[in-house]
């Protein structure tokens, strides 16, 4: 069979720019398709997440399409969690007790517009803003348009169709009205939404506060988080309940309400973002979901990926990485069954949902872990045990956040697994008191060893 299909391929966003690209470096042709405007011409809406946290799995799709070290220029190295209390007290947790493992805070518009420039480049693909599809005819690949600018109707078809076209999909909202197969679809929310504050740069460009950490303000119920941008600036998400708790979105309505919670939980945090009330009133609150499916593709002809497929909550800071990481699972089995795309895509399937569903789970667990664990005695105790395990021992040991962010070759289900059994049996050692300090270093690292194992063969 040619690799010369045409491709249609709907959303322009992280992950459809880096299909687009590899697939067109396959030699396929591309149409990419975006409802909004090109990104590097225009400004983007403000409140919409500008950074992102980009770790090992992102950064090997990335590197697939030739591009990590581009993309390594707009980032920002973040080498653990900075936790601030109440009391204004800050200490930093590494993400990894060996010393090259960190994560990294990039731009999001920055990132899209590098792959979008990727694209460009190539003479196999062509790009088309302003154009948010309507509705796919799944057996013939085939999607209308309403072109945004002018108000027309558009027809577009390729051989194959691909919807990369984020949580909310019109690609799945086809599968998903479809009376010709069955499809699965679950959505789960939340109880807290987000919002997007800014600290500023300070005056003559610095940072603020420390630029080399992920900073969290972990309060039990709700959350503040900040990453850094290349301009000085962070980025802080507020997580909060909407309803039913003393302060969520539905009862901070009022200028001084917001000042009287923000002082109260997060004073040292207010000195810092002087557009604190204005931001707050303008910049949308955002809802947090996770979304599985399934079929991911139908008739051999449409499959969705990316967000699309499977969005998650940002807790583990993994769904873009995960979308790109899809990008490096279909090229592999791309290349053992090139030609047979029913083959393909059932494979695809196959090969990569149980890893979707393990980080959509993780991510939950991870949401409960920032906002009431980080800041525990019974925590922090693990995590410096986990850290020495991993600095003294660095081939023995790998800490479920080790695991799923550092491991690229550790699927994402086998990470859960391990992670969480491992967790389990440094929680219960530690509350067991069965880690004294009269033990060594690696005689605990081989208790922990034998509990896991223990763990993982009663599960
Ligand atoms: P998107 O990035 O949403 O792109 C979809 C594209 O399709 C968009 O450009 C959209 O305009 C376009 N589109 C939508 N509908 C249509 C249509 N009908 N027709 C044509 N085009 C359409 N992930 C991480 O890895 N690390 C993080 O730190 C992180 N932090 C996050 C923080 C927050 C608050 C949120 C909400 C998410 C975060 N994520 C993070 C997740 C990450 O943003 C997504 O997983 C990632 O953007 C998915 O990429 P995508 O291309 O599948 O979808």
């Known amino acids: 069979m040619s690799k010369k299909e045409n491709i249609l391929i709907i959303g322009a966003g992280l992950c459809g720019s880096l299909l687009a690209l590899r697939l067109a470096q396959r030699g396929y042709n591309i149409t990419l398709v975006e409802k909004r405007p090109d990104l590097r011409k225009i400004e983007q809406d403000a409140g919409r997440s500008i950074n992102l946290a980009l770790s090992d799995r992102g950064l090997r799709g990335l590197r697939l399409a030739g591009v990590e070290e581009a993309a390594k220029k707009l980032c920002i190295p973040m080498q653990?969690?900075?936790?601030?209390?109440?009391?204004?007290?800050?200490?930093?947790t590494r993400y990894s007790g060996r010393s090259h493992e960190h994560i990294n805070s990039v731009s999001r518009p920055g990132l899209n517009?590098?792959?979008?420039?990727?694209?460009?480049?190539?003479?196999?693909?062509?790009?088309?803003?302003?154009?948010?599809?309507?509705?796919?005819?799944?057996?013939?690949?085939?999607?209308?348009f309403t072109d945004h600018t002018t108000g027309d109707k558009v027809q577009l078809s390729g051989d194959l169709l691909f919807g990369t076209d984020g949580a909310g999909s019109a690609v799945r909202k086809s599968m998903f009205l479809s009376r010709d197969f069955l499809f699965s679809f679950s959505q789960n929310w939340l109880t807290h939404g987000y919002k997007e504050i800014t600290i500023p740069a300070a005056?003559?460009?610095?940072?603020?506060?420390?630029?080399?950490?992920l900073h969290i303000w972990p309060r039990g119920e709700d959350?503040?988080?900040?990453?850094?941008?290349?301009?000085?600036?962070?980025?802080?998400?507020?997580?909060?309940?909407?309803?039913?708790s003393d302060y969520c979105f539905d009862n901070l309505t009022?200028?001084?309400?917001?000042?009287?919670?923000?002082?109260?939980?997060?004073?040292?945090?207010?000195?810092?973002?002087?557009?604190?009330?204005?931001?707050?009133?303008e910049n949308p609150t955002g809802p947090l979901g996770t979304i599985k499916c399934s079929p991911w593709s139908c008739y051999g002809k449409t499959l969705l990926m990316g967000d699309a497929a499977h969005a998650i909550v940002p807790f583990y800071g993994q769904g873009m990485n995960a979308s790109f990481e899809d990008v490096v699972v279909f090229d592999e089995v791309l290349e053992q069954y090139e030609g047979n795309w029913p083959k393909i895509f059932s494979e695809y399937e196959n090969v990569r949902k149980k890893d979707t569903d393990a980080i959509a789970d993780l991510a939950v667990d991870n949401f409960h872990e920032m906002?009431?664990?980080?800041?525990?005695?019974?925590?922090?105790?693990?995590?410096?045990?986990?850290?020495?395990?991993?600095?003294?021992f660095p081939s023995e040991y790998n800490s479920k956040y080790s695991l799923v962010t550092?491991?690229?070759?550790?699927?994402?289900?086998?990470?859960?697994?391990?992670?969480?059994?491992?967790?389990?049996?440094?929680?219960?050692?530690?509350?067991?008191?069965?880690?004294?300090?009269?033990?060594?270093?690696?005689?605990?690292?081989?208790?922990?060893?034998?509990?896991?194992?223990?763990?993982?063969?009663?599960?």
């Open 223 to 244: 959350m503040l988080i900040a990453l850094p941008n290349l301009d000085g600036s962070f980025t802080v998400t507020l997580f909060l309940p909407f309803s039913d």
């Open 254 to 281: 009022t200028p001084a309400m917001v000042m009287k919670y923000f002082k109260k939980e997060y004073p040292d945090a207010v000195q810092l973002m002087p557009n604190l009330v204005e931001e707050f009133f």
């Open 113 to 144: 517009m590098l792959l979008l420039d990727a694209c460009e480049k190539m003479p196999n693909v062509k790009l088309l803003f302003n154009m948010g599809c309507e509705e796919v005819d799944l057996k013939a690949a085939s999607a209308s």
């Open 371 to 392: 906002k009431e664990h980080t800041a525990s005695d019974l925590f922090q105790e693990k995590r410096r045990l986990e850290l020495q395990f991993e600095t003294e």
């Open 80 to 92: 653990g969690r900075m936790i601030h209390h109440e009391n204004g007290k800050t200490f930093l």
């Open 406 to 459: 550092f491991n690229e070759n550790i699927p994402y289900s086998e990470a859960m697994k391990r992670g969480r059994a491992q967790d389990k049996a440094i929680l219960n050692l530690l509350q067991d008191g069965k880690l004294p300090d009269s033990l060594s270093l690696h005689e605990k690292l081989e208790k922990v060893k034998k509990e896991t194992s223990e763990i993982l063969h009663d599960d």
């Open 203 to 213: 005056e003559g460009g610095g940072f603020r506060t420390d630029k080399d950490a």
